[in-house]
């Protein structure tokens, strides 16, 4: 099993920044890649960024591309979610996830709110 703790998340005017972090524990010798989704009210959970643990690959959706980095740091098991230039429509639960090679992400947070204002 791998447990995943984020945090980070908060009010921040639009324009603003926030850093996320997630702290993986358990298993973590078998995470392939870690990621991050993001679930705003009345919308379905999408796709933010992810990040191979050991190469350190990385993958954006289209709509952060360029204002979002993900980033990671093995020896202490984190995976950071760098936001600049916010928008209200980022406005979401931000989850981290993890999953094992060759596996749908399986393994997810609790979830860190992210409110921008206008």
């Known amino acids: 099993q791998v447990q995943l703790v984020e945090s980070g998340g908060g009010l921040v005017q639009a324009g603003g920044s926030l850093r996320l972090s997630c702290v993986a524990s358990?298993?973590?010798?078998?995470?392939?890649?870690m990621g991050w989704f993001r679930q705003a009210p009345g919308k379905e959970r999408e796709f933010v960024a992810a990040?191979?643990?050991?190469?350190?690959?990385?993958i954006y959706a289209d709509s952060v591309k360029g204002r979002f980095t993900i980033s990671r740091d093995n020896a202490k098991n984190t995976v950071f979610l760098q936001m600049n230039s916010l928008k209200p429509e980022d406005t979401a639960l931000y989850y981290c996830?993890?999953?094992?090679?060759?596996?749908?992400?399986?393994?997810w947070g609790q979830g860190t709110q992210v409110t921008v204002s206008s």
């Open positions: 990040i191979t643990w050991n190469a350190g690959t990385t």
């Open positions: 996830a993890a999953n094992q090679r060759g596996q749908e992400f399986n393994y």
């Open positions: 358990g298993r973590t010798f078998s995470i392939y890649k």
